[in-house]
């Protein structure tokens, strides 16, 4: 399973970038994804995921950000408007094989495969 994030970049407060997460190839059609971040010297963070159609989000995130994906493109995206600079981080994309009950969404321990992570800086 390969997924790789990328659209990250430098930013200024209230700029918007929208990540990507493609070419993801499956063995399998993942009815969850989900997009986590880690800021410097902080531990990975649940960010915003998709389990099936419904959508979840971190509440620091929620109104700014939206998650989409495009299986036809075999893509998921993360669009981040009104940017912070608490929202500096490396954005990584994820998926699960399984079907998590929602309480589950939330952990990275949730999901079995990782992308390389793209950079996000928001300059204040």
């Known amino acids: 399973v390969q997924l790789q994030a990328y659209g990250g970049g430098l930013v200024q407060t209230g700029g918007s970038l929208r990540l990507s997460c493609a070419p993801f190839?499956?063995?399998?059609?993942?009815?969850?994804m989900g997009w986590f971040r880690q800021g410097p010297g902080k531990e990975r963070e649940f960010v915003a995921a998709?389990?099936?159609?419904?959508?979840y989000f971190t509440n620091s995130v929620k109104g700014r950000f939206t998650i989409s994906r495009d299986n036809a493109k075999n893509t998921m995206y993360l669009q981040m408007n009104s940017l912070k600079p608490e929202d500096s981080a490396v954005y990584y994309c994820?998926?699960?094989?399984?079907?998590?009950?929602?309480?589950?969404?939330?952990?990275?321990?949730?999901?079995?495969?990782w992308g390389q992570g793209t950079q996000v800086t928001v300059s204040s």
């Open positions: 994820a998926s699960t094989r399984s079907t998590p009950i929602v309480g589950n969404l939330y952990s990275s321990g949730t999901y079995e495969y």
């Open positions: 998709m389990r099936y159609t419904s959508r």
């Open positions: 190839t499956h063995t399998f059609t993942p009815t969850t």
